[in-house]
């Protein structure tokens, strides 16, 4: 688990202490939710056999890709031509079979806006577990947030936050 926020940092943002396994509850559900978005939070190297589109076309599987130091077709090496930051490669010459590609991907760090999106989630999500805005006892009426709905409040990401994250400014390999 890569440290979005700290266990302190969500206790001083919400001015009370938070149990451990809430804190890990409310990070993991936070880190699988901003992954989707922006691919891996940590930096990865596999190996896979991907299919080849118009006899010279190869979509990679992962966003955020740093580096790729490896394509070849039945054991035998592959020139390739990628342009990076786009996930898909150019091979020499066509082939009808698939590929085997090792590359990198995910980032070494995350950024201070990734870091305050998933904060700024975590102690809502804590606060105000149902999303609820205001609340009347007479004749009793909810209002929930915007974005926050019944089976929508809890963890959830507003979408505000997903721009932030898939802002380009907002996410950047390294």
Known sequence: MRVLFTQ??????????????TYNLVHGLIEGQIEELVGPLGA?????????????????PWRAVSA??????DGVAVDF?????????????????PVTVTATYGTSWISAATRAVALAA???AIANPQG????SIDDYSV???????PGRAGVHLTQAEVDALTDSTAYVTG
């Open 68 to 73: 790729v130091s490896a394509v070849t077709v």
């Open 81 to 97: 031509i990628w342009d990076q930051p786009v996930p898909r490669l150019r091979l020499s010459r066509c082939t009808s079979g």
């Open 44 to 60: 990865h190297t596999s190996t896979v056999v991907l299919p080849v589109e118009n006899g010279d076309t190869v979509r990679l």
């Open 143 to 149: 209002t929930y947030a915007d974005g926050a709905e």
């Open 122 to 124: 975590a102690a809502r």
């Open 132 to 135: 609820v805005r205001s609340e």
């Open 8 to 21: 302190d940092e969500l206790a001083t943002l919400l001015g009370s202490d938070v149990p451990t396994d």
